[in-house]
């Protein structure tokens, strides 16, 4: 079973632009950069067979060997997804980069559950409404087709879709997603050994300097 990673290049300016202020751009990217190394760690340290990184962007030193870069298309997020898989293939489980808590354990978790006969698809729910980790045995560009991103309601409406294509659905532990600034707090909070909780705790203390 393989793990996909969908991620962005962490650029000033391009990632996670809603924790800025008060992280500046550059640190903003710098966040971004430690959970994408922390993701592809966890992942890498799993179970699974492959860890492919679907990359809107150019690679970097942040991205460890094994890892199998593929490049994202063009066009909205749900085709980006649609086409990962495509590229990929299932039975895989696929993940972002905003979920620098994630342990090989879940995603071993995740993976036993997607192995169980009976199981089609699993499904991890976001704790502001969206998903963080979707699984599939097959790839489906249907699973994602004209499912809205970033909504309050996208983990409701990704989870009907798998309903209506028949999917049976077994679900995996939530986690945070970090979008805000407060999110990145509770995050780091969680996993204080992590270098996304690392690099806060450094930029924090320059920020108090």
């Not at 299932?90 to 090989?104: R, S």
């Not at 998903?131 to 097959?138: E, F, K, T, V």
Request: proline share 6%.
């Amino acid at each position: 079973m393989k793990v996909i990673v969908m991620a962005k290049e962490p650029m000033a300016g391009r990632v996670k632009t809603r924790l800025c202020p008060p992280c500046s751009p550059a640190d903003a990217a710098a966040l971004a950069e430690a959970a994408i190394a922390d993701t592809l760690d966890a992942a890498l340290a799993s179970g699974c067979d492959e860890v492919v990184l679907a990359l809107d962007g150019q690679p970097g030193s942040w991205v460890p060997a094994g890892a199998r870069v593929i490049a994202q298309v063009e066009g909205t997020f749900d085709h980006r997804l649609a086409a990962a898989w495509d590229v990929v293939g299932g039975p895989a489980v696929q993940i972002g980069m905003d979920t620098p808590q994630v342990t090989a354990s879940i995603l071993d978790s995740a993976m036993a559950l997607l192995g169980t006969d009976g199981v089609d698809a699993v499904l991890g729910d976001a704790l502001d409404g969206g998903w963080w980790i979707i699984g599939l045995r097959d790839a489906d560009a249907q699973v994602f087709a004209n499912v809205p991103m970033s909504q309050p309601d996208t983990g409701a409406r990704q989870r009907e879709r798998l309903a209506t294509l028949g999917l049976a659905v077994a679900d995996v532990v939530p986690l945070t997603d970090v979008d805000t600034y407060a999110d990145a707090e509770a995050v780091a909070a969680l996993a204080p050994t992590t270098r996304f909780a690392r690099a806060l705790r450094l930029q924090q203390a320059a920020m108090n300097a």
